[in-house]
């Protein structure tokens, strides 16, 4: 079979040259925030609707436990120092490419473990690599590839952070149309009446936040709700707010003859608009008609949105003095413009192991229409009557050692 022919299709080959990048680094974005400060903070916070003062108030944090402003869980997707070694020739060679290319390729999980938290005035370091690959039976026939990318974080003392890792299915494009004929026909005009906004607004009206007041582990019980959470409906606003705390990730910072320099490098980042203008692969999140022309029926939110909307709302029912350390969630559905989403929890279990207190919480993200777009679940650490919350240990020191646990861990 010749290159061309097996373009698009799942090969032998193709699943042994992605094992072979196992392990090698690959140069991660470009870096949004260098340094962990109160202005950075409060952005990216305030751009997915958290008013925490423990993450944007100094003089806050420092009547909390942690003593000063810590940064919200996910403000590692905004940093990251690249401290991976230089690569060789040959794994130079192996990144080139994407052996999975002309496959569509769908984000299917993003899991997350916190260690410390990220301080005023930290940097981060991060090395990013692929961690595994399996293949897997599509249930609409033929062969899907998972694989797992890994983000490992440490703050600027070297100290382990997170560990975030995301999984991405890449299927033939027959198991892709077999699911968009699935899916009904979804109905973008209507107008929201009078009565679901008020509906929408008094639920913003009513969030609350447990802040300084302990939750217990004792005194939480299975069967229990966290306080439900609404984010939209989404507008093009909130993704440029959203851009402004999180940065442009994929597209590299900068405008006009920034741009200008990044296109002549990456032309492929700047496809060009009715107008023959070149502008950012991102705009088919704000843009309705780019969308259409990748055959998506409307423009929709970031995976990343959805995992702070869950953040959020744990951490606001946790307290300052709670830990949050596991969160796995799935991007299921799109979550197009102009939908609302409830953001909702329950505990399902609390354990007690080795000296640590845990609340295990089954999460949900679900629209207008009544569907799950992203159902997760999370692991808190809560203080007791008697003790504080001590922070989980990492399974490495450095970031070296994480890389080579978690090649193991996906093996």
């Not at 929201?192 to 906004?197: A, H, I, N, P, V």
Request: net charge negative; glycine share 8%; with cysteine.
């Amino acid at each position: 079979m010749s290159t061309e022919e097996e373009f698009g299709v799942l090969t032998d080959a193709a699943f042994e040259r992605s094992r072979r990048r196992i392990g090698i680094p690959a140069r991660p974005l470009t870096p949004h925030n260098l340094e962990v400060t109160s202005d950075g903070t409060r952005h990216f916070a305030y751009g997915y609707g958290d008013a925490n003062p423990l993450w944007s108030d100094p003089e806050y944090g420092a009547k909390t436990r942690w003593g000063g402003l810590i940064a919200p869980p996910n403000f590692m997707y905004t940093m990251g120092e690249n401290v991976a070694p230089p690569l060789t020739p040959e794994q130079k060679a192996l990144l080139k490419g994407d052996p999975f290319a002309g496959l569509g390729s769908y984000q299917a999980v993003m899991e997350f473990q916190w260690f410390r938290p990220l301080t005023l005035g930290d940097r981060c370091k991060v090395i990013r690599a692929q961690v595994g690959v399996q293949e897997k039976p599509s249930k609409f026939g033929g062969r899907t590839a998972h694989v797992t990318h890994d983000f490992l974080f440490a703050n600027g003392r070297g100290e382990i952070h997170c560990v975030q890792s995301g999984t991405w299915i890449n299927a033939e494009r027959h198991t892709s149309a077999a699911n968009a004929e699935k899916a009904d026909p979804i109905d973008f005009t209507t107008p929201y009446t009078d009565e679901q906004l008020a509906e929408i607004d008094a639920a913003y009206d009513a969030e609350t936040r447990r802040g300084a007041e302990p939750r217990y582990w004792e005194d939480v019980e299975i069967g229990d709700e966290i306080q439900p959470r609404v984010k939209g409906p989404l507008t093009v606003t909130d993704i440029v707010t959203w851009h402004i705390g999180w940065g442009m990730q994929l597209t590299p910072p900068g405008a006009f003859g920034i741009a200008r320099k990044v296109r002549r490098k990456v032309p492929g980042l700047y496809p060009r608009n009715a107008r023959n203008i070149p502008d950012t692969v991102q705009r088919l999140h704000w843009e309705p008609e780019r969308a259409r022309e990748l055959g998506i029926p409307m423009s929709y939110d970031y995976g990343a949105m959805r995992e702070t909307w869950l953040t959020h709302a744990i951490t606001d029912w946790m307290g300052d003095d709670a830990w949050l350390w596991k969160l796995s969630c799935q991007h299921r559905k799109f979550n197009h413009m102009g939908d609302a989403t409830w953001v909702t929890g329950r505990v399902v279990d609390k354990v007690a192991s080795e000296g640590r207190h845990e609340v295990h919480l089954e999460l949900a993200c679900t629209n207008q229409r009544g569907e799950v777009s992203t159902p997760g679940e999370a692991v808190v650490l809560l203080p007791t009557r008697d003790a504080a919350v001590t922070l989980p240990t990492p399974p490495a020191d450095d970031l070296t050692g994480l890389l080579a646990y978690e090649i193991e861990r996906f093996a």
